[in-house]
């Protein structure tokens, strides 16, 4: 089980996985701002943009231009995802410090995600791993295995499909692999089975955790992960993000609300979480609407509020 005398590692991915559904695209420039003020957080990683067809993804046609711009901040991993080797030269020209392939583990889910089966998606990792080998590039790689707790199609998806895509991919040489819960469905008791044996077999530190917000299990799901023994978590600035294959699916979970609970368990994440609510304060002006965050608006639990005078004795 993950302790206070553990650090947690946070991964924000809002400037990808929340930014590529808006409904409006984001100005390169807003992206830049948001990304460089993210930066001067301690973030752990800030998945920056990812490295698909324009026709693909129109919201993230910037990719280059965004990851080039960026203020590179020392201690700090930038991730982009790429869907193949082409994605991942692109990224590779752009200097990520790291790349993140993804695929489903449902067959169904990957089908209508990549029109692709798993194990064509695999065999997309061998190659997007030759690619790297062949530039001789100092570059992490991770495999991020989505639907791991549910299909929204398939419905539950076994535990030794998951166990084994993941060794698969550590077996082609990937630094680690991350078990997403792209759709809302995981429950604590399941997360706390599946990731303690995926810990037992691969290590803590080859672990990564991404879940969504879509059935309000979230930060419950990311308690089951910390007694499991991980230490790393995807989230996402504001809850903005979702998965476009996954009916009525809503955003990941709050980056801001995770480090805030996280703080408030006595963990140390190295992030500055006034300078976090700060910067998503300034959120809902880029993206043009509310979003789900709580703690940027109700403030952190230990904000204390002078009494009113109609009660004062």
């Given at each position: 089980?993950?302790?206070a005398?553990?650090?947690i590692?946070?991964h ?9 559904i ?8 807003d992206?830049i701002r948001?990304?460089?003020?993210l930066?001067?957080t301690?973030l752990a990683?800030?998945?920056v ?8 993804i ?6 280059e231009?965004?990851?080039?711009a960026i203020?590179?901040?020392p201690?700090?991993?930038?991730v982009a995802l790429v869907p ?5 030269e692109?990224?590779?020209?752009c200097k990520a ?5 993804f ?6 889910h990957?089908?209508?995600n ?17 690619a790297?080998r ?6 992490r ?11 929204p ?9 998951v166990l084994?895509f993941a060794?698969?991919?550590l ?6 692999v991350?078990?997403a819960d ?8 399941q ?9 037992q077999?691969?290590?803590a530190?080859?672990?990564?955790l991404h879940f969504?917000?879509?059935?309000g299990?979230?930060?419950a ?11 790393r ?8 993000g979702?998965c476009?294959f996954a009916p009525?699916a809503t955003g990941n ?6 480090v ?6 006595g ?6 979480l006034?300078k976090?609510l ?7 002006k880029i ?15 230990s ?11």
């Open positions: 089980m993950a302790t005398s553990h650090r590692y946070i924000e991915v809002a400037s990808r996985d929340g930014f590529q808006e409904p409006s695209f984001i100005p390169t420039e992206k948001f990304i460089n003020a930066s001067h301690g990683k800030i998945e943009t990812s490295f698909v067809s324009p026709k693909a129109p919201h993230l046609r910037d990719a231009e965004v990851m080039k203020e590179r901040v201690g700090v991993v930038y193949n080797a082409r994605g991942a692109r990224a590779l020209m410090d790291e790349l993140n392939v695929m489903s583990v449902s067959e169904t990957n089908r209508a990549v029109n692709r089966t798993s194990e064509q998606s695999l065999a997309g990792f061998k190659e997007v791993m030759d790297v062949a530039a001789n590039a100092q570059v790689m991770n495999a991020s295995l989505s639907t791991s707790f549910g299909c199609f398939e419905g539950d998806v076994p535990a030794e499909r084994a060794e698969r991919c077996e082609l040489g990937m630094h680690g991350t078990l792209t759709t809302g469905m995981a429950n604590p008791r997360v706390r089975e599946l990731v303690t044996s995926a810990v077999a691969f290590g530190d080859k672990i990564t969504h917000n879509t059935r299990m979230g930060l799901n990311v308690v089951a992960g910390l007694e499991a023994g991980v230490t978590f995807d989230a996402s600035l504001g809850g903005l979702g476009p009525g979970i709050c980056t801001e609300d995770v805030h609970m996280l703080h408030e368990m963990f140390t994440t190295g992030v500055d006034d976090l700060s910067v998503a304060r300034a959120l809902p993206v043009g609407h509310d979003v789900p965050g709580q703690v940027a608006k109700a403030g952190k639990s904000d204390l509020h002078p009494l009113p005078e109609n009660l004062r004795v």
